[in-house]
């Protein structure tokens, strides 16, 4: 191409510079290596900001939990402050002159209690050594209320929480001053409306006998009361470091602890499920299971010791006079009253039971136990089929299947392996037929298992946007299903064509339960934006919205009546009217109303909470027909078609099969 022997030219002024093939093809390799190694700059800068961006999330997703487990806890305190403004406003007049001016005084002193007086006050508690006849501190009734108020007091709030339960027992000691004598190391509880006040149960001496033996055990301990509960509550995801939760928070509204509940294991429930995977703590059991030491039973022995079989059925538990206070009103017969009528104007008054409330065709006398279903795992949700006594519990990663139609020890008879291995299952549901079964959990994802095949199978998956499902419920024709999702929505499913055919939205968090009435027409769900809301089907739109001042877990469609059953975190079980403004309030339950059930002849009803009751009411206005108490918290229900026989799942990792008797 070029002759041989040339030399080259000079370069002439204005002459364009030339480079040979080789010349240029280093330059170009030169460009290369350049920019070759700038990507590596880059692709390291970039690995390292999507580290970085990895960590903000997680430190933006504990925050995020803890301001709104901060939220949850200023709202119950304020609620709190109000009711004690109330009780206050109403004892004052009663005083003496003298004693008026030094309520007025102290009550003033306290409005004026800053965040830093408060922090001090604070560390000087932890100092003191933990004693129910703590000196008095100044200044109590208020700051009990404050911790949750001062939303913007982060850096107290280890501290605060740490002492919380002890600021609440001398804020009561300093408020009333007659129940010096009463609790033996427990707070008296300070409830939302009057009827809700109970005394907590007297625990086993070994586990708690006074107050500062309480305090030391949890110091040694953290939130949880024994090595069982700490097993059952923390439930730690295979992993051999798993972080331990924060210190406890207590409860404001009714006095009860929620048992060593973290903020994000509140939010927990309410839905960051992912999050909580990270750090290594699955949510939904801990939040329930492993609640003996919240609420000892009359069988439940010392550390270390077995529990004695529970027998605790009570067929008129109203009778008892032990475990409801003294101070709540009264029905004729001097016997504290539990069920109470809210009139249109908000007026609450006992309610006087018909003489008939505990007799009659339909309405059981008692229930006993016929099977203990040993699962393995804490038992989120149960289902139970009255054609063939097949039982359902889904626990970790499983629904297991067993057969108590015939008498003996039970074993399952078969094993479907849901979701993950990890994932616990929240929900499941079986077709009218009894041949499908629906699943859903924690996932995006939801199972329908074939069970009339010889060996059942997964026949198809529905798969949505949210993390998790709370609940389900299915159309009376089979056609359609219904999911709770942790993102707030309501997804419609055809179940013949496995697709996604609507979305309810209007929940502002997390879609807690679920149920059908008016013939398939009509859709009730209950949220963790404490609502209650109602869904015409036919046009597709809300019609109607309850609103609640505390979370909803669980609730019910009366299925021949227009009454719906509502099981809050206050401990409340409401019975609405649902076309007139009439409702009935229950104060039996003692803590957080997990799930709820009606009998499909649809005269009674069946509750369960975290404090080990089983109870069941009459529809509607709640006569106590039997409880039971079991060994752990009472996660699930169901009833059977038929309505001879209960099943209901635990935090002790088994289910319990009960036969109704009428």
Request: hydrophobic share 35%.
């Amino acid at each position: 191409m070029y002759p041989q022997g040339r030399h080259p030219t000079p370069l002439q002024s204005g002459q364009p510079f030339k480079f040979s093939i080789l010349e240029i093809c280093d330059r170009i390799k030169e460009e290369f290596q350049f920019l070759q190694a700038q990507y590596h700059s880059l692709k390291l800068e970039c690995e390292k900001l999507a580290s970085e961006k990895t960590e903000m999330q997680r430190h933006y997703v504990m925050y995020y939990e803890m301001s709104y487990g901060l939220n949850i806890e200023m709202h119950k305190q304020a609620e709190i402050v109000k009711r004690l403004s109330g009780i206050c406003a109403q004892i004052i007049p009663f005083l003496t002159q003298e004693h008026q001016q030094q309520v007025l005084q102290a009550v003033e002193r306290a409005k004026q209690v800053t965040v830093g007086e408060l922090n001090s006050l604070i560390g000087q508690q932890q100092l003191q050594p933990l004693s129910h006849h703590a000196p008095p501190v100044p200044l109590t009734p208020r700051p009990a209320g404050l911790v949750g108020g001062s939303a913007t007091g982060l850096l107290a709030l280890s501290g605060a929480l740490a002492a919380q339960a002890q600021l609440a027992a001398v804020a009561k000691e300093d408020r009333t001053g007659v129940e010096a004598e009463g609790s033996r190391g427990e707070w008296a509880s300070v409830s939302p409306s009057p009827p809700e006040s109970v005394v907590e149960e007297e625990r086993p001496s070994g586990l708690g006998g006074n107050g500062k033996q309480r305090a030391e055990e949890k110091d040694l301990s953290g939130p949880y009361e024994s090595d069982e509960d700490k097993s059952d509550y923390n439930l730690v995801v295979d992993e051999v470091s798993a972080p331990q939760p924060p210190p406890a928070l207590t409860s404001g509204l009714g006095g009860r602890e929620l048992g060593g509940l973290v903020p994000e294991q509140v939010v927990g429930y309410l839905g960051c499920w992912e999050a909580q995977r990270q750090r290594g703590v699955l949510v939904f059991p801990s939040l329930w299971s492993g609640w003996d030491g919240g609420g000892m039973g009359q069988g439940e022995g010392k550390k270390g010791e077995p529990r004695t079989p529970q027998m605790a059925f009570e067929s008129h538990p109203h009778l008892r006079g032990s475990s409801i206070s003294s101070s709540l009103p009264t029905i004729p017969g001097g016997k504290p009253a539990y069920s109470f009528h809210v009139s249109a104007d908000g007026q609450m008054q006992p309610v006087p039971f018909p003489s008939d409330a505990l007799v009659g065709a339909g309405i059981p006398r008692h229930a006993r136990q016929l099977h203990t279903l040993a699962h393995g795992e804490v038992v989120c949700a149960v289902t139970i089929s009255g054609s063939t006594q097949h039982v359902y519990t889904g626990g970790k990663g499983c629904v297991k299947v067993w057969d108590v139609g015939q008498p003996g020890a039970k074993t399952p008879v078969a094993q479907l392996d849901c979701l993950n291995r990890d994932n616990y299952i929240r929900s499941c549901k079986l077709l009218p037929d009894g041949r499908s079964l629906i699943v859903g959990g924690e996932a995006s994802t939801l199972s329908i298992w074939d069970l009339a095949a010889p060996t059942p199978r997964i026949k198809a998956e529905l798969t949505s946007s949210a993390p998790a499902c709370y609940a389900l419920a299915v159309s009376p024709d089979a056609k359609v299903c219904f999911s709770c999702c942790s993102d707030g929505n309501i997804v419609v499913w055809d179940l013949q064509n496995q697709t996604m055919v609507r979305q309810f939205q209007g929940h502002t968090d997390g879609a807690s339960c679920i149920d059908i009435s008016d013939y398939g027409t009509r859709l009730w769900t209950g949220g963790l934006d404490n609502t209650v809301r109602c869904w015409d089907l036919r046009e597709g739109r809300q019609l109607q919205q309850h609103d609640f001042s505390s979370q909803i877990f669980s609730l019910g469609h009366c299925p021949n009546q227009d009454w719906l059953a509502v099981g809050m975190e206050s401990s409340n079980v409401e019975i609405l009217h649902v076309r007139k403004p009439e409702k009935y309030q229950l104060h039996l339950h003692e803590s957080c109303v997990l799930s709820l059930k009606f009998a499909s002849c649809g005269r009674w009803f069946v509750s369960t909470g975290k404090d080990n009751l089983l109870n069941a009411w009459r529809t509607p206005y709640g006569a106590s027909i039997f409880q039971s108490k079991e060994s752990s918290s009472v996660l699930s229900c169901d009833i059977s078609g038929n309505n001879k026989y209960i099943v209901t799942g635990s935090g002790d990792k088994k289910a319990t099969v009960y036969e109704v008797v009428y």
